[in-house]
């Protein structure tokens, strides 16, 4: 898939988002589900059936953000003021408006750039903090970012997960934020200007989606070509 940078598109190959997140799903052994509680993500699950895990902290990049979010960390960041009142401003709005605009505003906020020239990393996930730090940032960023603002606008929690997954014809991996609203799942992707119907987007295959409770890992096995021993182990940047 193309990642922009402006108007130069730039690709992003599997080595670089997640390096460890392929290793990580196959070594994954199913905890109970929490079917009951949290409905299922299902546009493509009539061909990828998907396994529910429970232990965020089995993939550590997302289990540090998961807590960074939840934490109430960011009401102490000036620099994250400004965002937070924009945010708690759209609650007045239909929920589909409130995720146009939070599209909109963060993906002209910020432009692309690899971890490798932010972090000098293969792979980093950062928090919303750290992303208006470096004023650029990569897919899984700017969904995370989306994630935030989304919580706070007044979305529900149990409607959005970060979505992973893999372009068919390029075996490249790409997040994004993914919303279920009013039964429809709904794709807020840093590449696109507008938000999009789940259902409408081709030539993807969905690996996992990551919320804040649980691991929603679509099939047990990598998509073909993608070799999970090949990928660069876990590693965070010195501070």
């Known amino acids: 898939m193309l990642l922009k940078t402006g108007s130069r598109p730039t690709r992003k190959s599997a080595a670089l988002l997640a390096p460890a997140l392929l290793a990580a799903i ?26 529910a895990l429970q232990d965020v902290g089995q993939l550590t990049k997302w289990q540090r953000v998961r ?8 009401r102490h960041s000036p620099a994250l003021s400004p965002w937070i009142a924009w ?20 993906n002209r906020a910020f432009s692309y750039a690899t971890d490798a020239e932010v972090w000098g990393l293969a792979d980093y996930w950062e928090t919303p903090a750290e992303v208006v730090a470096k004023g650029r940032t990569d897919c899984e960023g700017y969904a995370i970012f989306k994630l935030w603002l989304a919580r706070i606008a007044g979305i529900d929690d149990a409607g959005m997960g970060i979505l992973v997954g893999v372009a068919q014809d390029a075996l490249e991996v790409h997040a994004d934020l993914l ?39 679509f099939g047990r096995a990598p998509p073909q070509g993608i070799d999970p021993a090949s990928l660069a182990p876990e590693s965070r940047p010195d501070r």
């Open 87 to 106: 945010a708690q401003s759209l609650r007045r709005l239909p929920p589909v408006q409130r995720l146009i605009l939070i599209q909109s505003r963060v």
């Open 179 to 217: 919303v279920r609203l009013d039964g429809h799942d709904i794709i807020l992707d840093n590449r696109r200007s507008s938000i999009v119907l789940a259902a409408l987007v081709a030539n993807f295959r969905p690996l996992m989606v990551l919320d804040l409770e649980d691991l929603h890992v």
């Open 26 to 51: 196959l070594s994954l052994a199913p905890l109970p589900g929490r079917a009951d509680q949290i409905a299922p993500w299902t546009f493509w699950a009539a061909a990828l059936p998907q396994t």
């Open 67 to 74: 807590d960074w979010l939840v934490s109430g960390r960011d």
